[in-house]
């Protein structure tokens, strides 16, 4: 049994809004013990996890690692290219010859939309979505908001734009269901060619005018071209998307209040962000960061317990 209503965490769109704030409350705890001296407790002591990576990630993987080690689990960490996949095997022969070894939870990030909501029909272990494909970024979701939290004093009534490549984005979905789950209102911006049809079925406001949103909203999500997803061309060029939808100082001083940068990572600097408001007292990017082992440690918690 998990202390929260789901068995795995799979996407923000399955949990409750009293399982996110029991995340919240448990990352705040932990955000205690990770600035002690001793960093870690024994709560998952002879809890096995196996972080299996089938893409690439940076900050998602050591921040799993790290929150792992800090709740004292034993960790196995596999990457697709270094390992069998590579030979044919497939994602259920794979995940199942791990299991066999006694592990007890899977923290699996996957290029395939789906792939961890797959897994978790087919094998005993509890799954953790640490990203699959273009469909959801659960525990990003989960750490952005907890930072709007962090800095705002909550994230209620608060309004949140998410800007730029709407249409590839697993960390724009997670943001909009959790952000609306704590009653933010949510829009997103970009150029039209890059936000999904449709996407006011989900409650979101759409501006294409990157001025408009600023004026709008308390929070603003930088998000990266994922020029890695993109099969065709969305836009003219890099340049001319920075000019319509990247963000420097001259904005942000044109506004008549200060709003609060974030972006997932990793940045492209000079193309969605300019450095100097990356590295601001406005920006909170390296916030989200530190706040995302604490919100590790908090789901894994939470579902081992
Ligand atoms: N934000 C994020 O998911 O970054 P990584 O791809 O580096 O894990």
Redesign the pocket.
Request: aromatic share 4%; glycine share 6%.
């Given at each position: 049994m998990s202390q929260l209503s789901t068995r795995h965490l799979l996407g923000i769109k399955d949990i409750s809004e009293g399982d996110i704030h029991a995340i919240f409350e448990q990352a705040d705890n932990f955000k205690t013990v990770i600035n002690r001296p001793i960093k870690r407790v024994p709560s998952l002591r002879d809890i096995t996890v196996a972080n299996l990576f089938f893409e690439?990630?940076?900050?998602?993987?050591v921040?799993f690692e790290l929150a792992e080690k800090r709740l004292s689990a034993d960790i196995v960490n596999f990457s697709a290219s270094s390992s069998s996949v590579s030979k044919g095997e497939t994602l259920i022969d794979t995940v199942n010859n791990i299991l066999s070894m006694k592990v007890d939870m899977v923290v699996m990030?996957h290029p395939a939309p789906g792939a961890c909501i797959f897994l978790a029909k087919h094998i005993q272990a509890q799954i953790i979505n640490?990203?699959d494909g273009t469909h959801e970024?659960p525990t990003?979701g989960l750490l952005d908001a907890y930072s709007i939290r962090e800095r705002l004093g909550t994230v209620e009534g608060k309004k949140v734009v998410i800007v730029g490549d709407i249409m590839h984005s697993r960390?724009a979905l997670s943001n909009i269901f959790c952000l609306q789950k704590l009653g933010a209102e949510v829009m997103v911006c970009g150029p039209a060619t890059l936000i999904p049809k449709h996407i006011e079925s989900l409650g979101v406001q759409v501006e294409t005018n990157l001025m408009k949103a600023l004026h709008w909203c308390d929070v603003a999500n930088m998000l990266r071209i994922q020029l890695e997803r993109q099969d065709i061309r969305y836009f003219p060029s890099l340049r001319e998307y920075s000019l319509m939808y990247g963000i420097n100082r001259r904005i942000l001083d044109s506004l008549d209040k200060e709003i609060v940068i974030m972006h997932?990572?990793?940045i492209n600097r000079g193309v969605e962000i300019t450095t100097d408001v990356a590295d601001s007292p406005q920006s909170i990017i390296l916030n989200q960061v530190e706040n995302g082992v604490a919100i590790r440690m908090a789901v894994l918690y939470l579902l081992a317990a």
């Amino acid at each position: 049994m998990s202390q929260l209503s789901t068995r795995h965490l799979l996407g923000i769109k399955d949990i409750s809004e009293g399982d996110i704030h029991a995340i919240f409350e448990q990352a705040d705890n932990f955000k205690t013990v990770i600035n002690r001296p001793i960093k870690r407790v024994p709560s998952l002591r002879d809890i096995t996890v196996a972080n299996l990576f089938f893409e690439n990630s940076t900050r998602t993987r050591v921040s799993f690692e790290l929150a792992e080690k800090r709740l004292s689990a034993d960790i196995v960490n596999f990457s697709a290219s270094s390992s069998s996949v590579s030979k044919g095997e497939t994602l259920i022969d794979t995940v199942n010859n791990i299991l066999s070894m006694k592990v007890d939870m899977v923290v699996m990030r996957h290029p395939a939309p789906g792939a961890c909501i797959f897994l978790a029909k087919h094998i005993q272990a509890q799954i953790i979505n640490a990203g699959d494909g273009t469909h959801e970024h659960p525990t990003q979701g989960l750490l952005d908001a907890y930072s709007i939290r962090e800095r705002l004093g909550t994230v209620e009534g608060k309004k949140v734009v998410i800007v730029g490549d709407i249409m590839h984005s697993r960390v724009a979905l997670s943001n909009i269901f959790c952000l609306q789950k704590l009653g933010a209102e949510v829009m997103v911006c970009g150029p039209a060619t890059l936000i999904p049809k449709h996407i006011e079925s989900l409650g979101v406001q759409v501006e294409t005018n990157l001025m408009k949103a600023l004026h709008w909203c308390d929070v603003a999500n930088m998000l990266r071209i994922q020029l890695e997803r993109q099969d065709i061309r969305y836009f003219p060029s890099l340049r001319e998307y920075s000019l319509m939808y990247g963000i420097n100082r001259r904005i942000l001083d044109s506004l008549d209040k200060e709003i609060v940068i974030m972006h997932p990572g990793p940045i492209n600097r000079g193309v969605e962000i300019t450095t100097d408001v990356a590295d601001s007292p406005q920006s909170i990017i390296l916030n989200q960061v530190e706040n995302g082992v604490a919100i590790r440690m908090a789901v894994l918690y939470l579902l081992a317990a």
